[in-house]
């Protein structure tokens, strides 16, 4: 790679890095507050609500933010600027549209079922439904700045001041004043903490337009056939994503236990911080990815996919020894004893996160060299595993249950996506690449 590469992929890097500790630490702290603020029944009533949101609202996202991060990199890279006034206004139209239907029909079905709910449940859903336009076109802003190589811009809005202005006003509410919050009174402040990342997101993007974006006399070109079929998989990839990541919370908050779905809500944002540097690493390589294999320098993607993982298990293996040796009393410690119980279970995610930052960026990798096919493909087979071993075991062992399923199907997700890395692109994407980029010849 050249110098001018490396350095800014080194400072892009640092950047996002910085940006997501602070964004895992305010993950923590918002649980821990939220947690505090509300107590345990509360603060699990308000994660389960979250969780279906989440899921339901896939529809509004139909994999948009990946499409726009990967066409504007793609039109940045050719300086093609109608290409990228056309997939900011398709995206923006489609997301708004569909997410505007869905809360409208997400604040109906809170008022006709409001009986079959549990107490409380019907306030709490009528403000989430709120967020679903807000973030599935907020996220939109931040993917574009990061198809235009500003990643850490990109992440700012969602990733650190939504986050953080939820906590301050918990904190100040609930803690320092003394105000008894319910888990709908927790929801309205989220709604409200979205629509000021929604505006400040805006903005940034606004600031940021290349000249050729601003240009008035460039029309905005459409691929819309080639976009809605790149949006199918991408969808379905993000839905699966979302049922993976809050399957557990969804099946213990069924079962009629929120304290046991706040306890899994905390194990998982726990095992997510093991993959924050990963996480950080595809906000950076990602746009690149595509930019790559476009250019068609194979040898530069196949060094930065060995970059990529080896860094990326580096930073989760400190952490998981730390979760294995003391989860339970730093679960006590942080958040209560309360949550003591949820050690174990965290100790396992923990396992099932290592392996996956070992498997590199397999997802980032397929999905930006246009085989998100493969990639739907193989999250929908691990999807059904997860639901199907969810069901089976969280019945039976509770926490431990929920985690197990969720780390054999992570692990059961990245050696699908590697196969398909090996035979599409004949890339190395795990820690091995290491071998592969200094092998002699």
Same mark, same amino acid.
């Given at each position: 790679?050249?110098?001018?590469? $490396?350095?800014?992929?080194?400072?892009?890097?640092?950047?996002?890095?910085?940006?997501r500790i602070a964004t895992a630490l305010l993950a923590v702290? $918002?649980?821990?507050v939220l947690a505090r603020g509300l107590g345990p029944a509360e603060y699990g009533l308000y994660a389960y609500t979250l969780s279906i949101i989440l899921v339901v609202a896939v529809p509004a996202h139909l994999g948009l933010p990946t499409l726009?991060?990967?066409?504007?990199?793609?039109?940045?890279g050719r300086a093609d600027w109608g290409r990228m006034k056309g997939v900011w206004l398709w995206s923006t139209k489609a997301a708004g549209a569909i997410s505007a239907g869905l809360a409208i029909l997400g604040a109906a079905a809170a008022?006709?079922? $409001?009986?079959?709910?549990?107490?409380?449940?019907?306030?709490?859903?009528?403000?989430?439904?709120?967020?679903?336009?807000?973030?599935?076109? *907020?996220?939109?802003?931040?993917?574009a700045l990061r198809g235009l190589q500003r990643p850490v811009l990109g992440q700012l809005p969602y990733q650190i001041i939504r986050p953080a202005l939820l906590t301050a006003a918990v904190a100040?509410?609930?803690?320092?004043?003394?105000?008894?919050?319910?888990? *709908?009174?927790?929801?309205?402040?989220?709604?409200? =903490? =979205?629509?000021?990342?929604?505006?400040?997101?805006a903005g940034m993007l606004w600031r940021a337009r290349p000249p050729g974006v601003i240009d008035r006399a460039v029309a905005p070109t459409y691929d819309s056939r080639a976009w809605i079929m790149s949006t199918l998989p991408l969808s379905l990839i993000a839905g699966m994503s979302l049922l993976n990541q809050n399957i557990g919370v969804l099946v213990l908050g069924a079962a009629g236990d929120p304290t046991a779905a706040g306890v899994f809500q905390v194990v998982m944002q726990g095992g997510l911080v093991l993959v924050l540097g990963q996480a950080a690493l595809d906000m950076v390589v990602a746009p690149r990815f595509a930019r790559l294999n476009a250019l068609g320098e194979r040898g530069k993607l196949q060094r930065l996919v060995a970059l990529s993982a080896c860094a990326s298990l580096a930073m989760a293996a400190p952490v998981a020894l730390i979760y294995i040796a003391f989860g339970e009393p730093l679960l006590a410690l942080v958040f209560g004893d309360g949550f003591r119980d949820g050690g174990?279970?965290?100790?396992?995610?923990?396992?099932?996160?290592?392996?996956?930052?070992?498997?590199?960026?397999?997802?980032?990798?397929?999905?930006?060299? *246009?085989?998100?096919?493969?990639?739907?493909?193989?999250?929908?087979?691990? *999807?059904?595993?997860?639901?199907?071993?969810?069901?089976?075991?969280?019945?039976?062992?509770?926490?431990?249950g929920a985690a197990v399923s969720a780390a054999g199907t992570l692990v059961l997700w990245n050696l699908l996506q590697w196969r398909m890395i090996r035979k599409r692109l004949q890339l190395e994407s795990t820690v091995l690449a290491l071998y592969e980029r200094f092998r002699p010849l």
């Open positions: 790679m050249g110098t001018a590469f $490396s350095s800014r992929l080194v400072q892009s890097g640092l950047g996002s890095v910085f940006v702290l $918002s649980s821990v726009v991060t990967r066409e504007t990199a793609i039109a940045h008022v006709l079922w $409001s009986d079959h709910l549990a107490p409380g449940q019907p306030a709490v859903l009528a403000w989430a439904v709120l967020l679903i336009p807000l973030i599935a076109v *907020g996220t939109l802003r931040g993917a100040v509410l609930g803690l320092a004043l003394g105000v008894r919050l319910s888990a *709908g009174d927790a929801m309205a402040i989220h709604v409200g =903490a =979205a629509l000021l990342a929604f505006i400040v997101g174990a279970a965290l100790a396992i995610v923990a396992v099932g996160q290592v392996i996956n930052a070992g498997f590199g960026s397999v997802n980032a990798l397929l999905n930006m060299t *246009g085989f998100e096919r493969d990639t739907a493909r193989s999250l929908t087979i691990a *999807g059904i595993a997860h639901v199907a071993a969810a069901a089976t075991l969280i019945p039976l062992f509770g926490l431990i």
